[in-house]
């Protein structure tokens, strides 16, 4: 891969935009990488996969606008199609993924950082959809996930007004869960990550689907989803290794997967 790379420490996976000198811009070639990237992920011994971007400034600091200046309007919805879909493979990766934002987190990046489960920022990250500020909208998910992870209001506001915000007002509406020193972002997803591995590989899947399954219908049917999944967990390996160790009162036994 020449602008995506992958590398596994352990059970936790690291996937890092590699194009610093165009600030991780996201054109076509980084997109079909990260498809591939994603689709090579072995789920089986990779238990949660942190996102990040190379270089110091930048996360992702946007789709690649001279390749978007050229586009027709049909190449323009198929280029919003390509994105839409690997975004939506990241956010539907069995295992959990946090989005280390260590810089600009701009249209595509704030997309691709909203694929992911958990968001974490250094405190130089910035975030926004200035799209409209280039005659488009949002065209990898914005107008819709950032409606469902900060209330339809809010999401609106930035939107239509272009307007980037800083790493603690991004804390602040809940579009990130925590903020770190720069030096410190990395080490502190590795450490959410490696937590994230030490529990029930299974059971964390399972949550996973529940929550990301159960957001797009009624409460009903969500509880449903969860009932399914919540009984799917017994008789594995896992639950009765748990299970059993919390009533001898002892440690339970390294999780297998199983």
Do not use: W
């Amino acid at each position: 891969m020449a602008f995506v790379e992958f590398t596994a420490k352990e059970q936790i996976g690291i996937l890092t935009i590699n194009r610093p000198n165009a600030l991780n811009a996201l054109n076509d070639q980084v997109i079909r990488e990260l498809d591939q990237v994603l689709d090579s992920i072995d789920v089986g011994t990779i238990r949660c996969v942190i996102v990040t971007g190379a270089g110091e400034k930048a996360f992702v600091a946007g789709a690649d606008i001279a390749q978007m200046s050229k586009l027709t309007k049909a190449e323009g919805e198929a280029f919003g199609k390509l994105g839409n879909d690997v975004f939506r493979k990241l956010e539907t990766l069995p295992v959990p993924t946090i989005a280390a934002v260590n810089g600009f987190a701009l249209g595509g990046g704030c997309e691709l950082c909203m694929s992911c489960d958990i968001r974490l920022a250094s405190e130089t990250a910035v975030f926004g959809q200035p799209e409209v500020g280039l005659g488009i909208t949002p065209g990898f998910g914005g107008t819709q996930r950032m409606a469902r992870l900060v209330g339809m209001g809010k999401a609106k506001e930035l939107i239509y007004t272009a307007r980037n915000i800083k790493a603690p007002e991004a804390l602040a509406i809940g579009l990130v869960q925590a903020v770190y020193p720069a030096a410190e972002l990395m080490a502190e997803a590795e450490k959410m990550a490696n937590r994230i591995a030490g529990n029930a590989p299974i059971a964390v899947r399972a949550c996973k689907k529940a929550i990301n399954d159960g957001m797009q219908v009624d409460i009903e049917a969500g509880e449903v989803i969860e009932e399914k999944l919540f009984g799917s967990c017994f008789e594995t390996q896992d639950q009765q290794n748990a299970m059993t160790a919390f009533i001898e009162k002892r440690k339970h036994d390294p999780f297998v997967n199983a």
